[in-house]
């Protein structure tokens, strides 16, 4: 069974510094998700994962994806305060659809 | 461009109440899935289908609860006498089955608050 943590679970940062959140996996995972979701909204899709060294950036995001280590990360640079939400990095185990979700990382970018 | 709807968006209902929620997936989507969002938690999964089989129902918690898919498209996920300890958001997405990267697409939720 495929189990997914995250941390930190809480994240307060100032703009313009730098961070990274961690996503450790339990199980093979064949890919591994990265999304956003913001109160009361629905989750927002960020990134997808599919092999072993996978780097993919939007903006100020970087995600990547170690599967020998079974951890991916999320850099955030230059931190701004549009970027406070709830990330969650999701996994989908070896030969499955289903999603297995993180607890969520709140990200909380202070001015 | 249309995305995953849900309705009703909000829904209270009493303890011992049977409630519907609707999902209308992107259109050519092949599957579905429904997940359960207890507050300040992660999405956890409880049903997927793929057209309108039902091919994977492990994370439904109880046999009150109920989903369809009858023609491939819209599904509804029931719930039968309520409990409080079901108030949660429900999210339903949907992904192009085909694609390699199984990318699923969420809807808004449905909050149900059980009193």
């Known amino acids: 069974e495929l189990k997914v943590e995250q941390n930190p679970l809480f994240l307060s940062m100032q703009e313009g510094k730098n961070y990274t959140i961690y996503c450790n996996y339990s199980t093979t995972s064949d890919r591994l998700y990265w999304y956003r979701q913001d109160p009361g909204k629905s989750l927002e899709s960020l990134f997808v994962l599919l092999s072993n060294g996978a780097v993919k950036q939007e903006g100020r995001l970087m995600a990547s994806l170690d599967t020998k280590a079974r951890l991916s990360t999320l850099h955030i640079t230059a931190a701004v305060h549009d970027l406070s939400a709830t990330y969650f990095c999701?996994?989908?185990?070896?030969?499955?659809?289903?999603?297995?979700f993180g607890k969520g990382t709140k990200l909380s970018v202070i001015p | 461009g249309a995305g995953v709807s849900q309705s009703p968006r909000y829904k209270v209902a009493k303890r011992g109440q049977d409630v519907a929620l609707r999902c209308d997936p992107i259109?050519?989507?092949?599957?579905l899935f429904w997940y359960q969002q207890a507050l300040g938690q992660g999405p956890e999964f409880l049903t997927y289908?793929?057209?309108?089989?039902?091919?994977?129902k492990s994370g439904l918690p109880s046999d009150r609860f109920f989903a369809e898919r009858p023609e491939g498209s819209v599904s509804t996920l029931k719930i039968q006498r309520t409990q409080q300890e079901d108030s949660a958001v429900y999210l339903c997405?949907?992904?192009?089955?085909?694609?390699?990267?199984?990318?699923?697409?969420f809807g808004p939720g449905t909050r149900l608050t059980v009193l």
């Open positions: 997405a949907s992904s192009f089955a085909g694609g390699l990267d199984n990318e699923q697409f």
């Open positions: 289908f793929q057209n309108e089989a039902q091919l994977d």
């Open positions: 259109s050519g989507h092949v599957s």
């Open positions: 999701a996994g989908d185990g070896a030969g499955s659809y289903q999603l297995t």
